[in-house]
């Protein structure tokens, strides 16, 4: 169908006057319009964004942007006034990335026009993107295939359209678990931004309590190595089991999901502060400013809920009846140990944010562009299996890095419930489990940590998606 709709729309290289163009609008819309009634309803768009590009898929948006008098139906008029409009917003599109003006754009075109607005791609991923666009084999685009291809995609400028390419293509733009979402003006001003966030919220909570046995585990692994140094994965639930039921594999996972909201909260705010004040006004952020942002920012965060973490690690760690819910096991805490309990392990904590932020991002662009470099064929869009692959991949990488300083962390926060134990810091801690567990000491633990990332991402992935659905959040 998408090749027959170009004979009629958009033929080649020809200059049409208002009269044909009449006419192939016409023909197009009377091709949408299935049941021949003269109006096109939500169903037969959805049909016909199937055909021409499966990619776009957001009919409720076009429909809404389309149907501009809201009789629940789009005739040829409300159909006309869209073309047209839509057509002004192309052409200023294309000349910007037009550098030449030709008439064509060239994938060395798209590479300057992404730099300026400080995105850094390949020259493969530039031409990936115009295959998508090319319908002649050109590798090159002219007008006609770029209002073809943008013909449903209710974009309007050329950032909508490179958010566009950025999302399709996982182009590398310094997007990571570590670092927060990034939102436009008009999603701010929609409300879309918190809905979006609510929806990872709600993913990231779904996905915690899915895996908090793994979770809780890896935790005893770390705090009790030294004695438990025979203890593996069967032999670890088992004595979770024992001790506290089945019930008590989720120990402290009430805490690691309740302290999502402010986490995201202040990580999304300070990110913001970071960007202003790395780049001048007008400017656009390019990838190393983004990851320091998000550094930053992740470390604003932290510094702000690690209280939640200490308590989270107490519970885990902490015997049946021993505190009655989080903010007995605080009020304790506070009564016997002080409030400099609430920060203890926060340096290890705080060190292990860069080596893993860093690492988590440079493999999983390098995966991406590797990918979309050697195996991307015909299409510019590597697909959820790849994308998921590439995140969990990365965020592994990224785990065995700063592990070591995790699980000092972790002995720091729960050393005052350890009998007999030596408060030691940081420093002492390493040398001390070194010269009595040697190396694999600084990784125990680890085995249920990496079981825990595949269903993880996994059950993120699918919650977050359904979430969305949910929310009526779009993805541009």
């Known amino acids: 169908m998408l090749r027959w709709l170009r004979v009629f729309v958009l033929p080649a290289a020809t200059c049409h006057t208002d009269e044909e163009d009449y006419l192939h609008y016409k023909n197009l819309f009377q091709d949408l319009d299935h049941n021949g009634d003269g109006v096109v309803d939500i169903l037969e768009l959805q049909e016909g964004l199937k055909n021409w590009n499966p990619s776009f898929a957001r009919e409720k948006d076009i429909y809404k942007t389309v149907d501009t008098n809201a009789d629940s139906g789009l005739n040829f008029e409300d159909f006309m006034r869209y073309v047209k409009d839509h057509e002004r917003k192309m052409t200023l599109a294309f000349n910007s990335l037009d550098k030449n003006n030709d008439g064509k754009i060239e994938a060395s075109e798209i590479v300057q026009s992404l730099q300026i607005l400080g995105l850094t791609i390949s020259e493969q991923q530039a031409e990936l993107i115009l295959q998508s666009i090319d319908a002649d084999g050109t590798m090159t685009v002219d007008w006609n295939e770029w209002r073809d291809y943008f013909l449903f995609n209710p974009v309007t400028d050329i950032e909508e359209i490179i958010r566009f390419w950025k999302h399709s293509t996982g182009i590398d733009i310094g997007d990571s678990l570590t670092i927060p979402d990034e939102f436009t003006e008009d999603e701010k001003k929609s409300g879309q931004w918190w809905r979006q966030l609510l929806a990872g919220g709600v993913a990231g909570a779904v996905s915690r309590t899915s895996t908090a046995p793994l979770d809780r585990l890896k935790v005893m692994m770390q705090v009790h190595g030294s004695k438990s140094a025979k203890m593996n994965i069967y032999g670890g639930f088992q004595q979770m089991v024992k001790e506290g039921g089945i019930r008590s594999l989720w120990r402290g996972n009430g805490t690691n999901v309740i302290k999502i909201a402010p986490e995201t909260a202040v990580k999304f705010w300070a990110y913001e502060q970071y960007k202003k004040l790395l780049t001048e006004e007008g400017q656009k952020i390019g990838t190393f400013e983004r990851f320091v942002s998000g550094s930053m920012a992740g470390a604003t965060a932290q510094t702000f809920i690690y209280p939640m973490e200490v308590l989270k690690t107490r519970l885990a760690v902490g015997k049946t009846g021993q505190y009655s819910g989080m903010f007995d096991c605080a009020k304790k805490i506070l009564k016997y140990e002080g409030m400099g309990a609430f920060y203890k392990g926060y340096v290890p904590n705080l060190l292990g944010i860069i080596p893993y932020a860093g690492i988590d991002l440079a493999v999983y662009e390098l995966l991406k562009s590797h990918w979309l470099d050697n195996f991307a ?19 592994t990488c990224g785990q065995l890095a700063s592990y070591p300083l995790a699980l000092v962390r972790t002995r720091m926060q729960a050393q005052a419930m350890i009998e007999k134990s030596p408060q030691l810091n940081m420093v002492g801690l390493f040398r001390r489990i070194l010269s009595k567990e040697g190396l ?37």
């Open 440 to 476: 694999p000491g600084l990784y125990r633990g680890i085995t249920p940590n990496f079981m825990k990332v595949l269903p993880a991402v996994g059950i993120s992935y699918v919650v977050y998606e359904n979430m969305k659905q949910t929310l009526g959040v779009t993805q541009k």
């Open 377 to 395: 064929k015909d299409s510019v869009n590597p697909g959820v299996m790849v994308l998921l692959g590439c995140g969990a991949l990365s965020s």
